[in-house]
């Protein structure tokens, strides 16, 4: 409960009060011109008090969150090896990932046209996809000719 009493969420909690006031005190403000005689005004007058909601909402959805506090990357043993978390009997276990290791890649330069008189962009295009076939973890905005 001190997460929520930090000088940042001080300024939050203040800024959704005010928010709020503020927002429900414009819905009033519309309220009183429709009945004065300005139909549009009905409109605002619903319109308002759905954005102090709106405010609420999203106030409350942080705290939550903030609440939940950071969870544990799925990759990292939250227990030692023998041990099971108080929570694995409910949801599987998630299988571990590999971390992606990016390497420099190096291609074999081919000469633009073969002797043979085939078409220099067929020639490029082949090379492309031998390269794809090479590198099979590297993404097409990697490929360096």
């Known amino acids: 409960m001190k997460r929520l009493w930090t000088p940042a969420w001080i300024a939050r909690h203040v ?4 928010l709020v006031v503020g927002f429900l005190g414009l819905g009033w403000w ?10 549009i005004s009905w409109g605002y007058a619903i319109e308002w008090p759905i954005f102090a909601g709106f ?3 999203v106030w409350w959805r942080e705290v939550r ?3 939940r506090g950071p969870q544990a990357p799925a990759d990292e043993p939250s227990a030692a090896a023998g041990s099971r978390p108080a929570d694995a009997g409910s949801r599987p276990a998630a299988a571990p990932t590999r971390p992606v290791v990016r390497r420099p890649v190096r291609v074999a330069r081919v000469p633009a046209a073969a002797a043979d008189g085939e078409d220099a962009d067929l020639t490029a295009y082949n090379r492309y996809l031998k ?3 090479d590198n099979p973890g590297a993404k097409p905005g990697d ?3």
């Not at 800024?15 to 005010?18: G, L």
């Not at 519309?30 to 139909?39: C, F, H, L, P, T």
């Open 30 to 39: 519309q309220v009183s011109r429709a009945a004065a005689g300005n139909a």
């Open 143 to 145: 490929y360096p000719g």
């Open 131 to 133: 390269w794809l076939t």
């Open 65 to 67: 969150h903030t609440l």
């Open 55 to 57: 405010v609420v909402f």
């Open 15 to 18: 800024a959704m009060v005010v």
